[in-house]
T-cell receptor
Framework: QKEVEQNSGPLSVPEGAIASLNCTYSDRGSQSFFWYRQYSGKSPELIMSIYSNGDKEDGRFTAQLNKASQYVSLLIRDSQPSDSATYLCAAGGTSYGKLTFGQGTILTVHP | GAVVSQHPSWVICKSGTSVKIECRSLDFQATTMFWYRQFPKQSLMLMATSNEGSKATYEQGVEKDKFLINHASLTLSTLTVTSAHPEDSSFYIC?????????????FGDGTRLSIL
């Protein structure tokens, strides 16, 4: 069974700090990886996508992928209270576009 | 950017009612769409893959006769929850890929919150 596991959280960081979110996946056939942010009562919003080993930066967000370790992470620099949400890690495999989601990590950024 | 519209956003109805949820890709064509269900404080669980012009593919444990999926055009998929009961109350979300590598990324609709009394 294909699984995506996230650090359980909840995670609480002070405003301005770095928030670190981690995710592992079991299916070595996974080829694409995503971080979604979900506010309470809303649908997921794509934050980052990463397809190859290494780091990918976009503004305050950096995604890291290590396929050998089957590990994906998301760093949020200069965390803001508006970053408080549930962060979902997802892995995609074949061309059919299916995504397997992790259980989510609740992040709270306190002023 | 790619936009997926989902309607209605909120439904409250009596037990035994059938409810139809629409998912539209507004500015792109989607031969495949996905339907997810999310219970409170849980992650998204894929229910089925909707395929334009053919039968949907259901995930293990999802009753295809209860959750009817129709993908009649390249921009519209519908999910009908037949004879809904309180345990079907959930947040239903559709998504569609906009044609990137491996059919990613997915673009999500705003979701439909279904409450069965």
């Amino acid at each position: 069974q294909k699984e995506v596991e996230q650090n359980s959280g909840p995670l609480s960081v002070p405003e301005g700090a770095i928030a670190s979110l981690n995710c592992t996946y079991s299916d070595r056939g996974s080829q694409s990886f995503f971080w979604y942010r979900q506010y309470s009562g809303k649908s997921p919003e794509l934050i980052m996508s990463i397809y190859s080993n290494g780091d990918k930066e976009d503004g305050r967000f950096t995604a890291q992928l290590n396929k050998a370790s089957q590990y994906v992470s998301l760093l949020i620099r200069d965390s803001q209270p508006s970053d408080s949400a549930t962060y979902l890690c997802a892995a995609g495999g074949t061309s059919y576009g299916k995504l397997t989601f992790g259980q989510g990590t609740i992040l709270t950024v306190h002023p | 950017g790619a936009v997926v519209s989902q309607h209605p956003s909120w439904v409250i109805c009596k037990s035994g009612t059938s409810v139809k949820i629409e998912c539209r890709s507004l500015d792109f064509q989607a031969t495949t769409m996905f339907w997810y269900r999310q219970f409170p404080k849980q992650s998204l669980m894929l229910m089925a893959t909707s395929n334009e012009g053919s039968k949907a593919t259901y995930e293990q444990g999802v009753e295809k006769d209860k959750f009817l999926i129709n993908h009649a055009s390249l921009t519209l998929s519908t999910l009908t929850v037949t004879s809904a009961h309180p345990e079907d109350s959930s947040f239903y979300i559709c998504s569609a890929p906009s044609g990137g590598p491996n059919n990613q990324p997915q673009h999500f609709g705003d979701g439909t919150r279904l409450s069965i009394l």
